[in-house]
């Protein structure tokens, strides 16, 4: 048994430890987007201080970036309620005021996992089985690019086994809302958009006055994306190869795992990840002032945060349990589970972005712990809805503080109260001009 001194000891280390360990997987400052030479129209992305490449300064109305844009104004209360009928009530489902509006959540796989898939595979069965069905004349999606596998390539798919080839997750922007005007002019009026939540954002702004007869949405969270190029510095510090890496993803069980060509597998826990050797501008300003982590938006969004090492379903209206029901042969369900407390982590979390250096974290945790603290996280650390509780909190946070760092100028655009309301309890409120 450990004594009293001993006792506070430890938990004084652990509280810094913990601090530090979950500042490790994050954006920290203002990075240029990737000019992509090959992309679905021919022509150029202009260039803004913040945007994602969406796609829609591509198309032949670039004007409308003004309206359909996350990092302009973003009203995502209106948009909620056109797309769901209602916006996020934490009355209704306390879990409402971290993923937005649902009907139902589940922890979920494919009874088959697909290979290639990031997880089992359920975004682009969904994909697939919508063509197969006639539900949709064509799907908007990305796959890997022929010269660099991790660089999104968007592309439209009418042939249903051609979805296989979009498994896997690609980091990187993908303009793959200027595939919109392609698919309407060659016909399509049934269409399902696989995407990320910037992407959708502006999807959904624009969607009423695309004319189309059905709209599916099949969205994963996102979070600290980066240019691929910037990607490729990442993988470059993890392996002596990393041109033989095939897979890489930042499961809930706090290791990063990644997949060789010649079949190897290897867990790196985050704590031993050399994020302290990432150049300052790693990533920009957008991804790490993001606000909507789980894709509310979409009409379902497949993710993995509340899995515990399986996938997370959100299914957020009619369309939504219509797409989950296209795989009910093959999906097997087991209930979301939530253990662990997040405010300790959250709290740890704000004082590292706070006492940041132009945005990098502090590397203080002396090398000894690390393997100690590492082995530990995954046993006493927040788990299953929780745990993605804690991501998503930690997320408004860092918005908050980033974008009062950076663009204080833009705080009372960007910032939606949903992002307010959950920073509000660690003592972030919106100031008079905010
Ligand atoms: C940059 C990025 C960050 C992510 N971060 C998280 C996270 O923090 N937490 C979480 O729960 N989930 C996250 N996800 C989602 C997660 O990685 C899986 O994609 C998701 O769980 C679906 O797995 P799956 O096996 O069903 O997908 P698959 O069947 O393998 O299909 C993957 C689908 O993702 C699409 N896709 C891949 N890369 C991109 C891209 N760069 N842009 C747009 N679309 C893309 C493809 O079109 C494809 O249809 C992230 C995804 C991306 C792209
Ligand atoms: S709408 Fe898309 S293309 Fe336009 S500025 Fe925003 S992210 Fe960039
Ligand atoms: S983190 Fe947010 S802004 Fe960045 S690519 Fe993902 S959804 Fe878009």
Redesign the pocket.
Known sequence: MLSLPQHIKTLFLLHIIMSIFFDIHKPYSVGMLDKLTDHPTGTDAPHRAMCTDCGISRTSKPERCGKACQFIKPNYPKLEKQVHGRIRNASLQPDEAFFGPFLSMHRAGLKRH?E??????????I?KRLLESGKVDAVI???PHELDRWK?QP?LVTDPEE?KH?????????P?LALLEPAIEAGHKRIAF???PC?VYALRSLEKELGLERLYV?G??????TTTANFHQFLALLSEQPETINYL??R?DYKVELRFDDGRRQEIPFLKLPISKLPGDFFPLTCQTCVD??NSLADIT????A?EGD??LIVRNERGAELLALLNDDLETKPLRSSGKRRKHVEGFKANVENSVNGLPLRTMPEFVRPIVAWLMPKIGPKGLEF?RT?VEMKAVETILHLRRKQPAKVKNLVPEHVWNLAESYGLSKSDHE
Do not use: H, L
């Open positions: 697909r290639g898939a990031q997880w089992t595979g359920i975004t682009s069965e994909g999606a990305v796959k999104p592309v979805m979009c498994r896997g997750m690609r980091m990187g922007y993908a793959s696989i995407g990320i992407q099949i994963t969270p996102c979070s600290d994306n993803e930042f809930a982590y789980t497949v993710g993995y945060m899995g996938q997370w993605a991501r």
